[in-house]
């Protein structure tokens, strides 16, 4: 197999000789999965091409028996895209990566791979919108069953566990209140009844916590969000085993089309370089703005689960390495006050993505989590003055006078 024709799924992480010593996080995420042409460039060449030529019909007609390793078609596998792919599964410490082209995608085909008709799911309730949807509606309409636990009750999980299950959905910590579920212990019951156990890792991103070090079995991002981290592009991605990725999910993702463009592959994989540096300083800016939240007497109460007095604190340093970019608090007021509070707001913008450069502000109950019946809002904890907020890479205390000030006004 040449270098310059290494079919999805090539395992020679690093370009040349791999070193023979345990490689640091920062030098996985600049050198992993880097497939240089004959041109020897130093960025990541971007294969824009739909499609490969094989020198023979025969050479062709063994591509498509796997006989000989080849790329066949853009909507199966593309060089950029499996750079990204092997880039991110080496900092994540799995074994294979399929990429998406949005985190839904991602999400969706992580789970509907797994499942068919007369199968049952458990999954934490608190989640992001769309999971939601397709865990209860999208789902269930094609004879699945989605059973919702209290995702912090370790006594709803063990009941919901006592039944043979196929796939255990988990997000954590949860969008937008920052839940912390406990990987390990749900993992255990999971495994105990069969279940594949897929985490939804997007808010804590790559650089803060390892499910599959804790006892999950599948990882999936929005790379729109920490991943791309400068709101230009939308991706996703699906980790785990080798076995899982080529024999569950690529079986269906490939004839039902979901692939990463690989222009927006290049603008990730490129990112991933930067990702852990932008992250850690999300995270210092996210806990200086929640310290500062947490004293203020117009804030109710702040989410954030590295806050010493947060309810989810020994568990979030248990199992993650930093509390993560996002910011939820409730302002003592009413939905106007709250609308008055955002308003007011010069620095930090209003918009409903998260994980980006620049610190976003949102009111989940009018926006992300409008389509869910109040009741269902209400029970994760999204309630009329609720706020959450993407902390970016601006300057904490811009941020904090930013806040300062347009609390101030109610
Ligand atoms: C944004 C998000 C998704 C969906 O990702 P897209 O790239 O927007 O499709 C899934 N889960 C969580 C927790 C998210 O924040």
Redesign the pocket.
Known sequence: MTKRNRPWGYQDVFEGPTPDWQLGQDTIAVRAGLARSGFGETGEAMYLNSGFTYDSAEQAESAFMEETEHFLYSRFANPTVAMFENRLAALEGAEACFATP??????FASVAALVKSGDRIVASAA??S??YVILTEILPAWGITTVLVEGTDEKDWAAALSEPTKVVFV?TP??PLMEIVDLRMVSKLAHKVGATVIV?N??ASPVMQKPLELGADVV?Y????HIDGQGRV???AILGTKDYIKNVVLPFTRHTGQSLSPFNAWVLLKSLETMAMRVERMNENAMAVAEFLAAHPKVESVSYPFLPTDKNYELAKSQMAGGGSTVSFKVAGSKEDTFKVMNALTVIDISN???DSKTLITHPASTTHKRLAEEVRLKMGVTPNTVRMSIGLESASDLIEDLRRALSVI
Not at 102 to 107: C, E, I, K, L, R
Not at 222 to 225: G, N, Q
Request: glycine share 14%; with cysteine.
């Open positions: 949005t985190g839904m995608s991602a999400m989640m992001f769309s999971c997000e949860s969008n939804d997007v808010m999936m929005s790379a729109t969000k939308l991706g996703g993505n998260l994980g």
